[in-house]
């Protein structure tokens, strides 16, 4: 379907199975960090995009099963940034030292994930969802044109990070 001028289309996603509860603690400019805490955090979705030969910008039924397996994959972990200066993760059989400055924790390895992030603040976990997600769409749908991707990360009511690509 061939776009008209000054004409765009979107689909939003906003489910409430859209969710993943996992625990981290932010790192601040000054070095003081956060305690070890949880979150239940919910997941947003934007898509602009041009229609296709049906009229649709992605197919909800397929785009949402993307959307919630990257959800499941950072559920009931202690989310850790991998790409922090200062702070180190070291597995070592089966459990994961971490280390930040005075701090030690040794968790289960399989309780643990690394993250290529510099911070566990929620507009990261926000950048990993939608650089993965986008990722996953390239693999699903190689010639869908995306015009924007915005992917927000909720930690609690109303306090949302979100990442946008524009392509």
Same mark, same amino acid.
């Given at each position: ?78 989310? &850790?940034?991998?790409?922090?200066? @200062?702070?180190? +993760?070291?597995?070592? $059989?089966?459990?994961?030292?971490? /280390?930040? %400055? ?14 290529? &992030?510099?911070?566990?603040?929620? @507009?990261?976990? +926000?950048?990993?969802? $939608?650089?993965?997600?986008?990722? /996953?769409? %390239? ?29």
């Amino acid at each position: 379907m061939s776009d008209v001028a000054g004409e765009s289309w979107s689909i939003s996603i906003d489910k409430d199975y859209l969710k993943f509860s996992s625990a981290h603690f932010l790192i601040f400019p000054d070095g003081s960090a956060e305690r070890l805490h949880g979150h239940n955090y919910r997941v947003f979705v934007d898509l602009h995009c041009g229609l296709d030969r049906h009229g649709l910008v992605v197919n909800f039924k397929e785009i949402k099963p993307l959307v919630r397996q990257l959800c499941d994959e950072l559920d009931e972990y202690v989310l &850790i940034p991998g790409e922090h200066h @200062e702070l180190t +993760a070291t597995r070592s $059989g089966d459990s994961y030292e971490i /280390r930040y %400055r005075e701090r030690r924790y040794l968790i289960p390895a399989d309780e643990v994930l690394v993250l290529p &992030i510099s911070n566990t603040s929620a @507009e990261n976990l +926000a950048a990993w969802l $939608g650089r993965t997600l986008r990722e /996953r769409m %390239r693999s699903a749908w190689p010639g869908l044109q995306v015009r924007s991707l915005s992917v927000g990360v909720e930690e609690t009511r109303g306090q949302r990070g979100t990442w946008t690509l524009r392509e």
